[in-house]
């Protein structure tokens, strides 16, 4: 059983920068593809970015493509994402997730944190 803890949220001006970081435990991390997700307030949960099990692949949503970076250090257990020049509508509680296909995160990932606020003001 893999545990999921995001950290980093908080409340941005527009145009702002953010890291959320997500600690893993009680699995072999270096052995699932990880992603984050996003849900806005009457939304659908959708997804932001995946990065492959040893971090040589990444994906990107396209409202977040170029804007938002994934990182992963399987050293230490964590998922990162940088996300800058941050706009209104990227206000959502923000998901990690685990996923056993190592290249990335499927729509149904295995494992999931509980999730972090990011606020941003225009």
């Known amino acids: 059983q893999v545990q999921l803890v995001e950290s980093g949220g908080g409340l941005v001006q527009a145009g702002g920068s953010l890291r959320l970081s997500c600690a893993a435990s009680g699995g072999t991390f270096d052995t699932y593809g990880m992603g984050w997700f996003r849900q806005a307030p009457g939304k659908e949960r959708e997804f932001v970015a995946a990065i492959s099990w040893t971090g040589s692949r990444t994906f990107y949503a396209d409202s977040v493509e170029g804007r938002f970076t994934i990182s992963r250090n399987n050293a230490q257990n964590t998922v990162y994402l940088q996300m800058n020049r941050l706009k209104p509508e990227d206000t959502a509680v923000y998901y990690c997730?685990?996923?056993?296909?190592?290249?990335?995160?499927?729509?149904?990932?295995?494992?999931w944190g509980q999730g972090t606020q990011v606020t941003v003001s225009s």
């Open positions: 997730a685990a996923d056993k296909a190592r290249m990335g995160v499927t729509a149904t990932p295995n494992y």
